[in-house]
């Protein structure tokens, strides 16, 4: 990591930054929030390395099961030992000064009882998505959150990603006419036995949970609307040794308000990632389009060219400023856009299961 | 059009003819098969343009219920008055020996009776697609053909087109191991008050009869199988006073033996235009896929790179080249392709008025 990529990056991401004056890298600001890492796994591996470019906030703090990962995870980002908690003692964070952001990467089962537990220690909550199992837990984590004072947001690093942010610009301001057609799908090929997502009590279901929260976020943001209404159907199961518990594969149908229809497909069982838009006057599209990028996008216009930025830097900027700043949290990763997607997801499922639409109140 | 154009054409279609030795352009053959157009519309002129580039076959009769386009055509394409004909005097086609090939682009719902007749009056039948309005008319018009002893072919021109063709190849030849996820997706701004498109008898059905058989045959082709089932939905109904009678805009799903998933949307309401396969090992894609080009395409291994051919022309070609080879119909156009596809269309438009998944047996 050399410098130029750095002040890119940090540019990149000031330049998204709600409250940001000036796209001119800023100096490093004056204090950082410690952020505690909660569940070791690989996306909070990953989370860990990238997060060392942020500018507001920094790990201080991890949360684990496994002794052996506290061990060695604390000596390579230097968590001292009083930082390191596990899932019995965790509530004791509340009396670390040095944690302000407790972040739930744990499996989906997890987040609402370690949401509610950082909220009681008083600590600014983010967590991963899916937000939780289902709405009703969304509520309780915000309920918690609301009542303990502290902010609640949900993951979603898309949000701070230049083609994504351009796909939601090039929709929601109908620069081509109103949005007719959404396509976005997301898959990989993946599954290994034991892996906690095969699992239902842990997972809550299958890629439709993991992956599928991207494609239902993404058809929302590119048509700024909430979908009235969903079909879907379950794929097959071509491995049924691991797909016994959770769908190996899921296409679902949304419609909104305006007319507009987003068709998803999320699948273990290949690679896909692409996202496609379709309005009255012209098309845009980027592929890859969700994973980690690098990214692609055209549009009826030509190609796009933006930045590669480091997604997750540019969130913990984007939410510590906002936290050091003492400003609401941003509507587009707060809570109720986590329960929004629950919603949809649970609508989702339960057309899947029946064979019928399924019309979702807001 | 040079010399140049012409003979990169021409020997582009010769590399897909089956029967073709070598790609080296053949001499202009011998004789040319004599063609008549039934019904004058917007493809039949297309199709009167492009022909003109055939090696193997021209346009020397047409048949029409407007006597001021008898004229036109007649003028502009040099037919003589003997070799045009109204749909009252059609059968008298059988006396005329410049006519070996009927090629019908009439209203879906007028397909089996002038197939039936043409096949009477021993000519060959080429028809647009869809085939007709249902597997039954399908049925009588391949039985028409057999009992007459002509040869019958649906209009399928992407089967000559060497994007599409990639595409097959990559999927069938499982380049990239079994393909697992097909989306196919067609659609136009259109609807025209008036057009026969919009009505039901004529048409029998909206934009999934005219642009959706592609996207049921991309799926075909790419997987080299045939759905086993299908769920489907119609879209909102954006414009009320042009498509009260058929749909303007529908999303279907088809399940394929092997577990593969297509996916697909056609519509009236906006612009789309792509097919992307992902299998186990890697994806490949067009967009613009179905149109008449230009195509473009990519897959795991980089950007495809083919002529942008006369699809018309190497259609006629194929089908010309066989016939006057006394050879059987290829079987990627032959009738049965057609009836397959009415098959699917038939299962979709019942799952999407019913709800429910609607199995195909074959």
Not at 133 to 158: F, T
Not at 171 to 178: A, D, N, P, R, T
Request: glycine letters at 8%.
């Amino acid at each position: 990591m050399n410098r130029r990529t750095f002040l890119r990056n940090v540019s990149v991401a000031s330049s998204v930054l709600p409250l940001a004056s000036s796209v001119i890298p800023s100096p490093p600001a004056a204090r950082k929030l410690g952020v505690a890492l909660v569940g070791l796994g690989r996306y909070a591996e990953y989370m860990a390395y990238q997060v060392k470019e942020s500018q507001y906030c920094e790990f201080r703090a991890l949360v684990t099961g496994t002794p052996s990962k506290a061990e060695s995870w604390g000596k390579e980002y230097n968590i001292p030992e009083k930082n390191r908690y596990n899932y019995t003692n965790f509530d004791q964070i509340k009396d670390n000064p040095d944690v302000d952001i407790v972040y739930i990467i744990l499996p989906n089962a997890m987040h609402k009882e370690f949401a509610i537990r950082a909220a009681k220690a008083k600590k600014h909550v983010i967590v991963e998505k899916p937000m939780a199992l289902n709405p009703a837990e969304c509520e309780e984590m915000m309920k918690a959150c609301k009542d303990n004072n502290v902010q609640l947001a949900v993951g979603y690093r898309l949000h701070f990603e230049p083609y994504n942010l351009e796909m939601k610009r090039l929709g929601q301001e109908k620069v081509f006419g109103s949005v007719r057609i959404v396509e976005a799908s997301l898959g990989y090929f993946s599954g290994q036995a034991g892996e906690w997502r095969l699992n239902k009590k842990l997972a809550g279901g299958g890629p439709l949970m993991n992956l599928g929260v991207y494609c239902i976020q993404a058809g929302r943001y590119i048509t700024g609307e909430d979908p009235v209404a969903v079909t879907a159907q379950f794929g097959p199961v071509l491995r049924k040794e691991l797909f016994s518990e959770v769908e190996e594969s899921i296409t679902w149908q949304m419609e909104f308000p305006s007319g507009a229809i987003c068709t998803s497909t999320t699948t273990c069982a290949a690679g896909i990632d692409r996202l496609y838009a379709s309005a009255e006057q012209g098309h845009f599209e980027l592929s890859p389009a969700i994973s980690y990028g690098p990214f692609r996008g055209r549009s009826t216009k030509g190609e796009m060219d933006f930045p590669q930025i480091n997604q997750q830097a540019a969130q913990m900027n984007a939410i510590g400023k906002l936290l050091l700043d003492n400003q609401p949290m941003l509507d587009h990763i707060s809570g109720i856009e986590g329960w929004k997607d629950m919603k949809v997801i649970e609508a989702v499922y339960k057309a899947a299961r029946s064979g019928n639409k399924v019309g979702i109140k807001w």
